[in-house]
């Protein structure tokens, strides 16, 4: 990570759904997937963000508060500055991927995705949303090549029902060594009890409410409750975001 | 052929199998962080400073890294008191398995305050309160720290001491007064059982692009190595100043950082940045770094290396 904050300029704002933009910035980043920056507007507050892509810099905002919202009036060529790459990421070891996007967090899924199908792996996606209109970046996984399965609470696109459901399925026909997932907790939890039961490997991305995000404030921590294979004092700014856990 | 180094010490009582010991205000928030540092290697561990009610502190951001440190300002951060008892008693049992002390920290805005808080963490049995006089970051909502004055720093210690009795007590104090064995001697004399220098040193970031300084307090305290001179020299002059073990705190990355700290007058060395820079296993990483150090160089044991460069 360099020093301070680096300094970006909005390239352009590109609308997913009512609430959404993705962002591309005028430079790469050098990050794993899965990693995050710390991004500042000056005046208006530093939220975390997954990295939703790398070449160029990339973010995927949801107006869920008035940092995103700020975020949202960016004007191509408004400066924007980032703390980052913070964290661990996905670790590239997959040979058949499934991954699993709660909502939003399809975002840094996708750059994973890019590079796990660069290398030849098979990648399936499960994303899943309350209604189509929440649903993310399904075209653009299917572009890269996975086989996208889609779940929505709704029925107003793909199966109706919990993502787990598609999960637990794709989990039973038996080929999937590495189940990666980013979304809400409630989701992570469960999907660390299927990969148990189906005894594959797990990178989950957790969030929890960072402030300094470099590890020392102690605010990050995702507690055991929620996956008891996590050590005590697992922080998601620090050990995290990506909970890799090698012993199913 | 195996280490011939002995590592442990004795502060205010407290049997430590290391001298080195995590800084207040660093992952010191929950039960699980304490226990995982302890694990981690620590020889005690500092519970993050909480104060008479809950302080949500400082709007993001909080801490940067600038190039030869950290700059914080988060603003004291903690549930109150009350609640902070619950967790350093879960906190203690845990650490007690471990054979690691578990130290509280506290802070208030007057000293009748400063003696509340205190006699309220009492409850928890904690193996020393560090009473922080020191903070740079809370201005606004307590004014000009208590550290900085001889007689104000003096009036809290005894407030302090006479609410806890038996209880050993260290005071924190700041890098920035004129005379710190000054302020020292004046806190011992007023019952301090040690003292942990230091704190951070006020200091600003400001990014030019953005034409603002970084943080939102606007300023910040400075961690990691740009603190280290600053660090030595205090404890130096307090280890001159007054006959207490000092906890010595600031900029300490390696293990010779550590010995450097123990050779300027600390007893036990204060750690906390370090996790930034080196990672989780900072710990055991300085610890073995010491351990090779005193082989190298004929030490047996740390009490060989106190005040060693000041004596």
Same mark, same amino acid.
Request: hydrophobic share 45%; charged share 20%.
């Given at each position: 990570?360099?020093?301070?904050?680096?300094?970006?300029?909005?390239?352009?704002?590109?609308?997913?759904?009512?609430?959404?933009?993705?962002?591309?910035?005028?430079?790469?980043?050098?990050?794993?997937?899965?990693?995050?920056?710390?991004?500042?507007?000056?005046? /208006?507050?530093?939220?975390?963000?997954?990295?939703?892509?790398?070449?160029?810099?990339?973010?995927?905002?949801?107006?869920?508060?008035?940092?995103?919202?700020?975020?949202?009036?960016?004007?191509?060529?408004?400066?924007?500055?980032?703390?980052?790459?913070?964290?661990?990421?996905?670790?590239?070891?997959?040979?058949?991927?499934?991954?699993?996007?709660?909502?939003?967090?399809?975002?840094?899924?996708?750059?994973?995705?890019?590079?796990?199908?660069?290398?030849? /792996?098979?990648?399936?996606?499960?994303?899943?949303?309350?209604?189509?209109?929440?649903?993310?970046?399904?075209?653009?996984?299917?572009?890269?090549?996975?086989?996208?399965?889609?779940?929505?609470?709704?029925?107003?696109?793909?199966?109706?029902?919990?993502?787990?459901?598609?999960?637990?399925?794709?989990?039973?026909?038996?080929?999937?060594?590495?189940?990666?997932?980013?979304?809400?907790?409630?989701?992570?939890?469960?999907?660390?009890?299927?990969?148990?039961?189906?005894?594959?490997?797990?990178?989950?991305?957790?969030?929890?409410?960072?402030?300094?995000?470099?590890?020392?404030?102690?605010?990050?921590?995702?507690?055991?409750?929620?996956?008891?294979?996590?050590?005590?004092?697992?922080?998601?700014?620090?050990?995290?975001? /990506?909970?890799?856990?090698?012993?199913? | 052929?195996?280490?011939?180094?002995?590592?442990?010490?004795? #502060?205010?009582?407290? @049997?430590?199998?290391?001298?080195?010991?995590?800084?207040?205000?660093?992952?010191?928030?929950?039960?699980?962080? #304490?226990?995982?540092?302890?694990?981690?290697?620590?020889?005690?561990?500092? &519970?993050?400073?909480?104060?008479?009610?809950?302080?949500?502190?400082?709007?993001?951001? =909080?801490?940067?890294?600038?190039?030869?440190?950290?700059?914080?300002?988060?603003?004291?951060?903690?549930?109150?008191?009350?609640?902070?008892?619950?967790?350093?008693?879960?906190?203690?049992?845990?650490?007690?398995?471990?054979?690691?002390?578990?130290?509280?920290?506290?802070? &208030?805005?007057?000293?009748?305050?400063?003696?509340?808080?205190?006699?309220?963490?009492?409850?928890?049995?904690?193996?020393?309160?560090?009473?922080?006089?020191?903070?740079?970051?809370?201005?606004?909502?307590?004014?000009?720290?208590?550290?900085?004055?001889?007689?104000?720093?003096?009036?809290?210690?005894?407030?302090?001491?006479?609410?806890?009795?038996?209880?050993?007590?260290?005071?924190?104090?700041?890098?920035?007064?004129?005379?710190?064995?000054?302020?020292? @001697?004046?806190?011992?004399?007023?019952?301090?059982?040690?003292?942990? &220098?230091?704190?951070?040193?006020?200091?600003?970031?400001?990014?030019?692009?953005?034409?603002?300084?970084?943080?939102?307090?606007?300023?910040?305290?400075?961690?990691?190595?740009? #603190?280290?001179?600053?660090?030595?020299?205090?404890?130096?002059?307090?280890?001159?100043?007054?006959?207490?073990?000092?906890?010595?705190?600031?900029? =300490?990355?390696?293990?010779?950082? &550590?010995?450097?700290?123990?050779?300027?007058?600390?007893?036990?060395?204060?750690?906390?940045?370090?996790?930034?820079?080196?990672?989780?296993?900072?710990?055991?990483?300085?610890?073995?770094?010491?351990?090779?150090?005193?082989?190298?160089?004929?030490?047996?044991?740390?009490?060989?290396?106190?005040?060693?460069?000041?004596?």
């Amino acid at each position: 990570m360099r020093e301070g904050f680096a300094t970006y300029q909005l390239v352009s704002s590109k609308r997913l759904n009512d609430t959404t933009l993705w962002m591309t910035f005028d430079g790469d980043i050098e990050a794993q997937a899965g990693q995050f920056v710390m991004a500042w507007l000056p005046g /208006v507050g530093e939220k975390p963000f997954s990295i939703a892509g790398m070449m160029p810099f990339s973010l995927m905002v949801v107006d869920v508060g008035p940092f995103s919202h700020a975020m949202h009036q960016l004007q191509p060529g408004d400066k924007f500055w980032i703390k980052g790459p913070l964290g661990h990421g996905f670790r590239e070891s997959a040979d058949n991927l499934l991954l699993v996007g709660g909502g939003y967090g399809a975002a840094p899924l996708l750059a994973f995705a890019r590079t796990a199908r660069e290398k030849g /792996v098979k990648v399936i996606t499960c994303l899943g949303a309350r209604t189509a209109e929440g649903l993310l970046l399904d075209e653009d996984f299917a572009e890269l090549g996975c086989e996208v399965r889609l779940m929505t609470e709704d029925g107003s696109a793909g199966q109706k029902g919990l993502v787990t459901l598609a999960v637990e399925e794709a989990l039973k026909e038996g080929e999937v060594d590495t189940l990666a997932a980013c979304g809400p907790t409630g989701m992570l939890s469960a999907l660390a009890g299927l990969a148990r039961r189906y005894d594959v490997l797990t990178q989950l991305s957790w969030e929890a409410q960072m402030r300094c995000g470099m590890g020392l404030c102690g605010s990050c921590e995702v507690p055991r409750s929620l996956d008891p294979a996590l050590p005590p004092g697992w922080l998601a700014c620090f050990d995290g975001p /990506v909970f890799i856990n090698d012993k199913p | 052929m195996g280490s011939q180094a002995e590592l442990s010490i004795e #502060l205010c009582g407290n @049997a430590m199998k290391n001298p080195l010991v995590l800084a207040s205000g660093v992952m010191g928030t929950s039960e699980s962080l #304490l226990k995982r540092v302890a694990l981690g290697g620590a020889g005690a561990v500092t &519970a993050k400073s909480c104060g008479p009610v809950e302080r949500t502190g400082h709007p993001n951001p =909080v801490m940067v890294d600038w190039g030869h440190g950290l700059l914080n300002a988060i603003g004291l951060t903690n549930p109150g008191a009350e609640e902070e008892v619950t967790l350093l008693k879960a906190a203690r049992e845990e650490l007690v398995l471990l054979g690691v002390p578990l130290f509280a920290s506290i802070f &208030a805005g007057t000293e009748e305050e400063f003696a509340r808080v205190a006699e309220i963490i009492a409850r928890a049995k904690p193996a020393l309160i560090e009473v922080n006089i020191s903070c740079p970051n809370v201005r606004d909502d307590f004014g000009t720290p208590f550290a900085a004055d001889p007689e104000t720093a003096s009036a809290v210690t005894r407030a302090v001491k006479s609410a806890v009795g038996d209880l050993p007590i260290a005071v924190k104090l700041a890098p920035n007064v004129p005379d710190i064995g000054r302020i020292a @001697a004046a806190v011992v004399n007023a019952g301090a059982d040690a003292i942990t &220098a230091i704190n951070t040193m006020p200091g600003m970031v400001i990014d030019p692009e953005a034409a603002q300084p970084v943080l939102s307090n606007r300023t910040g305290g400075i961690s990691g190595p740009a #603190l280290k001179p600053i660090a030595l020299r205090c404890v130096a002059e307090i280890a001159i100043s007054v006959d207490v073990p000092i906890i010595g705190t600031g900029g =300490v990355l390696t293990g010779r950082d &550590a010995i450097e700290m123990l050779m300027a007058g600390a007893t036990a060395v204060g750690v906390g940045s370090a996790f930034w820079y080196r990672g989780a296993d900072a710990l055991t990483m300085i610890v073995e770094e010491m351990r090779n150090f005193m082989d190298k160089n004929g030490y047996d044991s740390i009490g060989e290396l106190i005040g060693k460069a000041v004596r």
